[in-house]
């Protein structure tokens, strides 16, 4: 999985991002790897354009003439800020830092799971009310996805990032040995078969993802943090910073 960026010059924080190679899956028909990326024996060439410029060519005179019509300069492609999870219950873990990783969590939400009824039937679960915060759902960027963090109170968080994992996580009370809580199969274990009623199972959820950063803030993440996704450059983009396009010179 690459990432690419522009920086200023002596810079380390990159001034405009301008494309990820996702990495693909192996094997999978749906999200194959790229060439170049992840397929051996294969190269790709990355050639940045700059970003649009609104003024005419030397001796036009009307923006009708060829060659002469003023370049789009629109950010139709950048996607809407969206907020972090800026419920004052969850301010601390709004935005943490491990290392170099950072976890950004935009919602939670408590369900009662597993409930059985008379007879051991068994119930429909149900959203505890108060008790959803931010988005109360995950998040709509995707590993590999280009995103633009902005209002972190330290500069280290903001800029130009690549999402590296999907991160929810699950948490249930009272745990049990069979309880999955990463991944996509996330779930809290059914008690034994029984033929008793159930209280159920408390399930919660946190919505989150991660991205590296370069350089180690003291504090963890304040602010009234925002992010924005960029979708693939084959869609409307943002004409205002440079964009990137791939070519595969060898395939295997």
Known sequence: EYYIALTAPGAVTPKAVVGT???GIVGSP???????SQIGGSV???VIVPHSDTIPAAGCTSATQLGCAAAPKTR??????????????QASLRITR???????????????????????VALADTTLKGRTTGTGSATTATKGQTILVENAGQPEYNGWQNVMAIADTLICTPSKAGDVVTGPN??????PPDTLPYAGDTALTRFRFQYRIVGAPVTPGTGAVTYRLYGSTNT????VIPQILF????RP
Do not use: M
Not at 186 to 191: L, N, S, Y
């Open 76 to 89: 139709a492609g950048r996607g809407a800020a969206l907020i972090t999870d800026t419920s004052a219950s």
């Open 21 to 23: 190679v996702p990495p």
């Open 247 to 250: 070519i595969v010179d060898k």
């Open 186 to 191: 996330k779930k809290c274990a059914p008690p």
């Open 98 to 120: 491990t290392g170099d990783t950072v976890t950004v969590q935009v919602g939670s939400i408590t369900t009662v799971v597993n409930r059985r009824g008379a007879k051991g």
């Open 44 to 46: 790709f060439t990355a």
């Open 236 to 239: 409307a983009t943002d004409f």
């Open 30 to 36: 749906g999200t194959p790897p790229v060439a170049g």
